[in-house]
């Protein structure tokens, strides 16, 4: 019985619903790397690559789609296709998954792109602001106090990094620290006291898509130590999904753990040695 059940089974046709919804998943897979990877290594203009990335994960909802239709209409007619609905249904899931997290972060947070742990003065960009030019760019100067107040509420845990080093030291602390992280240095100027202040200038890169923003750190004399301030801005999009503050955030937290570390610990005064300090005492008494 399971047997004619079985042949009659395999027998039936498969659904061209399911065999659509696996053909547009796949295809929107393959379409959202190459995208990623044109975006990423600039071998298309930013505009049409980023087309062509919306463009994929358009494909992958309607795979969605299709793919429920296919469920309805193997239901109804009994045809053959689930597996295939399965595969287009993880793969366009796959796809949708960090889209739809950004999505999110977009409705979460303010829409802003610039920030920085100095809003009244915040260090500027100057060999960067030759490279944020172009259609689409935003503008190296700061974005202003409308945006430092959105900042303020959102992100109040962005602060500068105070420590209790030299300038110098705390000057090469962070270029150290953004040597590790890759990032590509544009401009680094020691400090000079007691004019010059020191500055770096640098490039990162989001994790998926590579889109560049741009870092600029300041370091000045704060009485025995020194402040680091620092502004990082994206160069393309009015919104940057967090990820300015949060590079802020963690650059300031190392900065302060390696100086905490580069201390010299207090030097612990003598203590007398106990026969000593008997016979000093009798000497007194005599």
Avoid at 127 to 142: F, K, M, S
């Amino acid at each position: 019985m399971a047997r004619r059940f079985s042949a009659a089974y395999q027998s039936e046709p498969f659904s061209a619903l399911a065999t659509w919804a696996r053909r547009l998943a796949v295809f929107s897979l393959v379409a959202t790397v190459v995208s990623i990877i044109t975006i990423r290594f600039g071998f298309l203009e930013f505009k049409p690559a980023l087309a062509t990335f919306f463009g994929a994960l358009g494909m992958a909802g309607l795979s969605i789609l299709v793919s429920f239709a296919a469920f309805a209409a193997i239901w109804q007619t009994g045809a053959r296709g689930m597996g295939r609905i399965l595969v287009a249904l993880v793969l366009s899931m796959v796809i949708l998954a960090y889209p739809a997290y950004l999505a999110y972060q977009y409705r979460k947070l303010p829409p802003i792109y610039d920030i920085t742990t100095d809003p009244i003065d915040p260090p500027k960009f100057e060999a960067l602001a030759r490279l944020r030019v172009g259609d689409g760019a935003n503008p190296a100067v700061y974005a202003g106090l409308y945006s430092a107040e959105q900042q303020r509420v959102a992100y109040p845990d962005v602060e500068a990094a105070t420590v209790e080093v030299p300038p110098q030291k705390a000057y090469e602390t962070a270029l150290a620290l953004i040597k590790k992280r890759q990032w590509r240095i544009v401009d680094e100027r020691p400090p000079v006291p007691p004019r010059r202040e020191g500055k770096i200038e640098a490039i990162a890169r989001t994790p998926i898509m590579g889109f560049s923003e741009d870092i600029a750190v300041r370091v000045l004399p704060d009485g025995p130590g020194a402040r680091v301030d620092m502004r990082s801005s994206s160069r393309y999009f009015d919104h940057d999904l967090g990820s300015n503050a949060a590079r802020i955030v963690k650059l300031v937290e190392d900065i302060n753990d390696a100086t905490d570390n580069a201390k010299p610990a207090p030097k612990k005064q003598p203590q007398p040695v106990k026969g000593a300090a008997q016979a000093k005492g009798a000497q007194t008494k005599r």
